[in-house]
């Protein structure tokens, strides 16, 4: 276990739906990431919170919405998501974000339909 | 701009012999150069990392990585391959220059280690 835990493991859900994913990190840390992992494809950053201030969104749809309610916690909600959004969804954590390296979760398999 | 490469979407190894995955970077200060390792449905394990100093970084599992600044490459590598060594494995960088970069990562190399 790498101290940053996500929920849930497996999510279906239909193109109209809405749901969240859950990150939470018991490292202490000050940076939480989320990251999109597709099939042959580089681990896309998507957003960056540092001390739970949004400093980074790379061009995300806004069919994803994150939310730092505090520095342990990190959601994203989704709706009206679309098939090609299918993949596995990764969040991390780091203490700083100079010479450190991140803690990743196991991911939540997301799979639209 | 900051990126990272993996020439080799897989490498294949008979288990005993030495492996290397291989890395090139580009930035515009210092790197940051990071391996991470993915098993089969799970997150990312961070395998080792240079920041400065020796060019040769030992990690887990009997890993090391060397720098090499004139090459841009940071090659992962172990002497004696095991099966269990099987799996999904990323170079990252951040460029040291700027605190606040990116970490950026490659598309991954798939090993295989075969008995």
């Known amino acids: 276990e790498t101290g940053v835990t996500q929920t849930p493991r497996h999510l279906v859900m239909g193109m109209t739906n809405k749901k969240s994913l859950k990150c939470e990190q018991h490292l202490g840390h000050n940076a939480m990431y989320w990251y999109k992992q597709s099939a042959k494809k580089p681990l896309e950053l998507m957003f960056v919170?540092?001390?739970?201030?949004?400093?980074e969104n790379n061009s995300v749809p806004s069919r994803f919405s994150p939310e730092c309610p505090n520095s342990s916690h990190l959601f994203l909600h989704l709706h009206t998501l679309q098939p090609e959004d299918s993949a596995l969804y990764l969040c991390?954590?780091?203490?700083?974000?100079?010479?450190?390296?991140?803690?990743f979760g196991q991911g939540t398999r997301l799979t639209v339909v | 701009a900051q990126s990272v490469a993996q020439p080799e979407d897989q490498v294949n190894v008979a288990e005993g012999n030495p492996l290397t995955v291989k890395c090139t970077y580009s930035?515009?200060?210092?790197?940051?150069l990071f391996w991470y390792v993915q098993y089969p449905n799970r997150g990312l394990q961070f395998l080792l990392k240079?920041?400065?100093?020796?060019?040769l970084v030992k990690g887990s599992y009997g890993f090391e990585a060397e720098f090499n600044k004139s090459q841009t490459s940071f090659h992962l590598k172990k002497p004696s391959a095991l099966v269990s060594d099987s799996a999904l494995y990323f170079c990252a960088v951040r460029d040291g220059y700027n605190q606040g970069g990116k970490l950026i990562f490659g598309q991954g190399t798939e090993l295989s280690v075969k008995p």
């Open positions: 991390a954590s780091s203490q700083g974000r100079g010479e450190v390296e991140a803690f």
């Open positions: 919170y540092n001390f739970k201030e949004q400093t």
């Open positions: 930035v515009s200060g210092n790197p940051y």
């Open positions: 240079y920041i400065t100093g020796d060019n």
